[in-house]
């Protein structure tokens, strides 16, 4: 088990110049399978940096390691209705049923480090498995209600 919030601030390496790229800061989600789509980094200067997970060589106890900077996407080149937006970063969010139901408040997330799979939403109101997820948006985490 993997929760997002010990990821949080965990060093980004790059293995091709052994460079400090920057430290993890928030995640955007995608279903179908459900899994972490992208990584927002904390990076030098004012604004902030995304790469998408496919870019994630390993995902260490101690670090994340990418093959190059070169997948790096400033975040402000990114137009909102992109999946990798930070206003899809889920933490904090309403989680609601496809009918509209409250399931409480996105706290953590539960995660696969080796390929990015969520295994589940950790809500104010108890766990949601990934695989119920529909979407993430500005407002709200959309999943399926449970039967």
Same mark, same amino acid.
């Given at each position: 088990?993997?929760?997002?919030?010990?990821?949080? #601030?965990?060093? &980004?390496?790059?293995?091709?110049? =052994?460079?400090?790229? #920057?430290?993890?800061?928030?995640?955007?989600?995608?279903?179908?399978?459900?899994?972490?789509?992208?990584?927002?980094?904390?990076?030098?200067?004012?604004?902030?940096?995304?790469?998408?997970?496919?870019?994630?060589?390993?995902?260490?106890?101690?670090?994340?390691?990418?093959?190059?900077?070169?997948?790096?996407?400033?975040?402000?080149?990114?137009?909102?209705?992109?999946?990798?937006?930070?206003?899809?970063?889920?933490? #904090?969010?309403?989680?609601?049923?496809?009918?509209?139901?409250?399931?409480?408040? &996105?706290?953590?997330?539960?995660?696969?480090?080796?390929?990015?799979?969520?295994? =589940?939403?950790?809500?104010?109101?108890?766990?949601?498995? #990934?695989?119920?997820?529909?979407? &993430?948006?500005?407002?709200?985490? &959309?999943?399926?209600?449970?039967?």
């Amino acid at each position: 088990m993997m929760l997002f919030s010990t990821a949080q #601030g965990r060093t &980004v390496i790059a293995l091709s110049t =052994a460079e400090r790229l #920057g430290t993890i800061a928030a995640c955007t989600l995608a279903p179908s399978p459900a899994h972490i789509s992208s990584l927002h980094l904390r990076t030098r200067g004012r604004h902030g940096h995304i790469m998408l997970w496919k870019n994630v060589q390993s995902f260490g106890e101690d670090a994340v390691t990418i093959r190059s900077a070169e997948g790096l996407k400033p975040e402000k080149e990114l137009e909102s209705t992109e999946e990798a937006h930070k206003s899809h970063d889920p933490l #904090g969010k309403r989680v609601l049923t496809e009918s509209g139901e409250s399931m409480g408040i &996105v706290e953590d997330i539960d995660f696969d480090e080796k390929d990015g799979s969520l295994r =589940a939403l950790l809500t104010t109101e108890g766990k949601v498995p #990934g695989d119920r997820l529909m979407g &993430v948006g500005s407002y709200a985490v &959309v999943v399926q209600r449970p039967e």
